[in-house]
């Protein structure tokens, strides 16, 4: 059983990122404020739970950064650094890198390097 999770905060960006294009009609924009609020509501939730929330900094320079699940996926006993596709979303996993060494030692964290990409 998880007992901790690592979030970010949506960050401005977020309204020019790629996830979030499918997410609107189109024209529209997705609503920065309310994807604030809706992942403050997201982390009091798992909070409520019993997890250890850890609530990474918003990040302009990746708009799609606060899916966390992206960069990295997470097991019991090791992690596994993805290596997206797309060039605007690759930085994230260097971000990412300085959490998971709060959970696992650098020995139990595994990359996928080019040509591979997970997504």
């Known amino acids: 059983m998880f007992t901790r999770a690592i979030t970010k905060k949506p960050c401005k960006a977020l309204i020019d990122g790629i996830s979030t294009a499918q997410l609107v009609k ?8 309310l994807s604030v609020r809706q992942h403050d509501k997201y982390v009091e939730i798992l909070e409520s739970l019993g997890l250890e929330v850890l609530d990474l900094d918003a990040d302009e320079r990746y708009p799609d950064s606060c ?3 992206d960069p990295a996926v997470v097991m019991e006993r090791c992690a596994v650094v ?18 998971l060494l709060k959970f696992y030692s650098e020995d ?12």
């Open 26 to 33: 189109p024209g529209e924009k997705p609503d920065y404020e």
């Open 67 to 69: 899916f966390t699940e």
């Open 82 to 99: 993805t290596n997206p596709a797309r060039g605007s979303r690759n930085g994230e996993k260097e971000e990412i890198l300085p959490a």
């Open 108 to 119: 139990r964290i595994f990359h996928i390097e080019a040509p591979g990409t997970m997504e």
